[in-house]
């Protein structure tokens, strides 16, 4: 079982900037594809960002892709995701998981605490 801890959410205006990271544990981050997901009031959760174990970015949400940018750092064992030019609609709790890229689904069914993102309009 992957421990995972979920930061940098916070509230901003339409157009503004956010960076998550996603702290994991043991040697995570270089072991297995990673993915940002996010979960919007009422809605179901949805893979928004998936890098695989080479460290190769391989998905974006259509509404995100040229807004969001899934890194990580090896040595941190952390995931970011930077997220640009937000607007109201991306306003969800976001968290971090490992997945199986061949399904898109998470490998495990424990999640971390997510971080709240908020935009304004």
């Known amino acids: 079982q992957v421990h995972l801890v979920e930061s940098g959410g916070g509230l901003v205006q339409a157009g503004g900037s956010l960076r998550l990271s996603c702290q994991a544990s043991g040697r995570t981050v270089s072991t297995y594809d990673m993915g940002w997901f996010r979960q919007a009031p009422g809605k179901e959760r949805e893979l928004v960002a998936a890098v695989i174990s080479s460290g190769v970015a391989v998905y974006y949400l259509g509404s995100v892709s040229g807004r969001f940018t899934i890194s990580r750092d090896i040595a941190e064992n952390t995931v970011y995701l930077q997220m640009n030019s937000l607007k109201p609609e991306d306003t969800a709790v976001y968290y971090c998981?490992?997945?199986?890229?061949?399904?898109?689904?998470?490998?495990?069914?424990?999640w971390g605490q997510g971080t709240q993102v908020t935009v304004s309009s």
């Open positions: 998981n490992t997945i199986r890229w061949t399904t898109r689904r998470p490998r495990q069914d424990v």
